[in-house]
């Protein structure tokens, strides 16, 4: 995956070596030479990872990472510490500091590179979230920043999987005295476990007697219960194979045999935290969706909150140099449906017509009523050819599949137009590709209804 790294060293030589390991697996590296530099990058938000010396002149390491992850601009933004320091206590105070793993010089290549594979998808992730908070916010409700930064990670409810008694109960007894724990030694009964209890971390032993520790982690990321619960490995220290393994398969974090006790304590409470922060971030979304943004008859997006969402993805992919386009369907004679069938014949399709939509594009994608029988769905990095790809099988699913009325007893035949438009420069709005897209519509409407027209 592509991801934007930026690697913080005042030694040129560390930077070189860094940027040819992390450019050699596609990664777009930025670089800063000081700790100052890096704050104002990562405060334009142009990196997705941060590789963070400790050792600098002006401000060190440790420093950086407090006040990234003490601004709500950036403390989101995943921070790996890459030093020559080797003692459990330095990699306590770079997790207490707020950074999500500490990489001992010289770094293995391939720990590195899965970390910021890992670490990235999480990111990219949460700035989805993100980015619909922020527009919630816009309309007047909380953002979730400040109280993020203020929580302390402790008071979680933490679910440990290990069968080694003498290995169980250190950690149950060092947990316990900030969190509630809750034990399960049995493997097979684990997975059932996570799905009842509503745990804020998962801590799985990779050395499991008769039980594979990464299918169980697989498993735990495959059910919806269960998928964004965080998982901390617990490895042994010949276990790196397993561990690039399951960095891959989805686990936040991990920890190598034998355990310090402070070190378990400061990488737990991270996890928590960042739990805690991404359902804030889930919740204001479904927040704001029940209050204000959502069409009550499609339960898609409504045009005010389309109009502010779209113009921040336009933005972003301008910044970005990606792609991103847009279509607005309409359906065809919808006024004839009403006249002829009433105006609940008229919903149902419109229901209908909402959910076929949403079958038919990613999660990452918009879509929206943007008024009477008019929709749109906005599809970021994605270039015009695609999204008519997209917009072309879906014409084609709603003209093949007749629409159920009156309770099911009749059924109609429905067919759209659609016109699409994409971003043709970095500094077009997302009101002129809008626009263009609806210029596309009335071309398809003129030219015999039913079908997919791109603009000029």
Known sequence: MSARVLVVDDVPANVKLLDARLSAEYFDVTTAQNGNEALALCERAECDVVLLDVMMPDLDGFEVCRKLKSNPATHHIPV?????????????????????????????????????????????????????????????????????????????????????????????????????????TEPNEALFRAAEGN?????????????????????????????????????????????????????????????????????????VKKRRYTERLRDNMQMSIEMAITDPLTGLFNRRYMETHLATLVEQAASRGKPISAFILDIDYFKAINDNYGHDAGDDVLREFALRIRKSIRNIDLACRYGGEEFVVVMPETDLAVASMVAERLRRRIASEPFAIEQGLT??????????????????????????????????????????????
């Open 411 to 456: 059924s109609l035949n429905v067919t759209i137009s659609v016109g699409i438009a994409g971003m043709n420069a970095p500094n077009e709005t997302a009101a002129a590709i809008l626009k263009r897209a609806d210029q596309a519509l009335y071309r398809a409407k003129r030219d015999g209804r039913n079908r997919v027209v791109d603009a000029a």
């Open 199 to 271: 745990f804020d971390l998962a801590i799985v032993s990779l050395g499991l007697k008769n039980f594979d520790g990464l299918r169980l982690c697989s498993q735990l990321r495959s059910l919806d219960r269960t998928r964004n619960v965080p998982i901390l490995a617990v490895a042994e220290t010949d276990n790196n194979t397993k561990l690039v393994r399951g960095l891959e398969i989805g686990i936040n974090d991990y920890l190598m045999r034998p355990i310090d006790k402070n070190e378990l304590l400061a990488r737990v409470r991270t996890q």
């Open 80 to 184: 790996i510490m890459v030093t020559a320091l080797d003692q459990p206590s330095d990699r306590v105070r770079g997790l207490e500091a707020g950074a999500d793993d500490f990489l001992t010089k010289p770094v293995n290549d391939v720990a590195l590179i899965s970390r910021v594979r890992s670490l990235a998808r999480l990111k990219l992730m949460t700035d989805e979230l993100r980015m619909r908070a922020v527009t919630s916010k816009e309309i007047g409700i909380q953002n979730p920043e400040r109280e993020a930064i203020a929580d302390t990670g402790r008071q979680g409810h933490v679910l440990v999987v290990d069968d080694r008694e003498s290995s169980y109960e250190r950690i149950v007894a060092t947990l316990s005295a900030e969190h509630k724990v809750d034990l399960q």
